[in-house]
């Protein structure tokens, strides 16, 4: 695997979408970071593109209702999806931002891989679980990305990764597990390599997609 033929430096902002109907052309490659309201999917985008306020990240939970898209180079696109599972936000939001999730990734022709992003503390919450076993359905490659690692120590992180890894067996995808802190840098060639692994793949290969309205 070579790293250096994608450019992660190169991402810049191209727009904040409501629904995938303003979204740029739905052709060549996308990668989606997906999870919970302040898993860290601002954060991780930042630290792998090595811009500090690419994706706005907050302290304030459940902000991120747009998505948004970043591009690398021409049909190379990295996507901040909303945060879902934030309970605190009035009903009538959630719904509408969660709609354009839903749609995102089930209509999206070029979604080639998904990273969904957990807290290394409390990972695998039932929506989680719900979206990691729709994308194995999808045969959607995902990178499950234990973030906030450096609140843990080695030992227990590792168990942890090991524990997930376990876990997610289960659902028979490609899914792969990995420690991840964008405080720290940890766990970011792995992810960036896994990355450009689905950026470079061949662009006509397309996952099925199968009804998620009822997961998120
Ligand atoms: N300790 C630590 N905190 C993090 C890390 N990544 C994100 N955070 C914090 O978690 C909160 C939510 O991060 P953000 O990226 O905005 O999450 P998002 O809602 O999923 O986009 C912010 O306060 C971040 O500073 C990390 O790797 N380590
Ligand atoms: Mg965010």
């Known amino acids: 695997m070579d790293n250096k033929q994608i450019n992660f430096n190169s991402a810049h902002f191209i727009t904040s979408a409501p629904d995938i109907t303003q979204m740029p052309e739905d052709s060549g490659i996308e990668i989606a970071f997906a999870g919970r309201s302040n898993a860290g999917k601002s954060s991780a985008l930042n630290a792998i593109t090595q811009q500090k306020s690419l994706a706005r990240t907050s ?79 999808s045969r959607l490659p995902v990178l499950a990305l234990l973030t906030k690692c450096d609140k843990l120590k080695p030992g227990a992180r590792q168990s942890e990764v090991l524990k997930v890894r376990q876990a997610v067996k289960v659902y028979g995808g490609d899914i792969r597990v990995e420690a991840f802190s964008s405080l720290k840098f940890l766990g970011l060639d792995q992810a960036k390599a896994i990355l450009t692994e689905w950026l470079l793949q061949d662009e006509n290969s397309k996952p099925d997609t199968n009804q998620l309205d009822d997961i998120l």
């Open 59 to 137: 302290k304030t939970p459940g902000r991120t209702q747009l998505i948004n898209v970043f591009e690398l180079s021409e049909g190379k696109r990295l996507i901040d999806l909303p945060g879902y599972g934030y309970a605190k936000v009035p009903e009538q939001m959630k719904l509408k931002w969660q709609a354009a999730l839903s749609e995102y990734l089930q209509k999206r022709e070029s979604l080639k891989g998904l990273v969904v992003l957990m807290d290394i503390r409390h990972p695998l919450k039932d929506i989680d679980q719900q979206l990691l076993q729709w994308a194995c359905e």
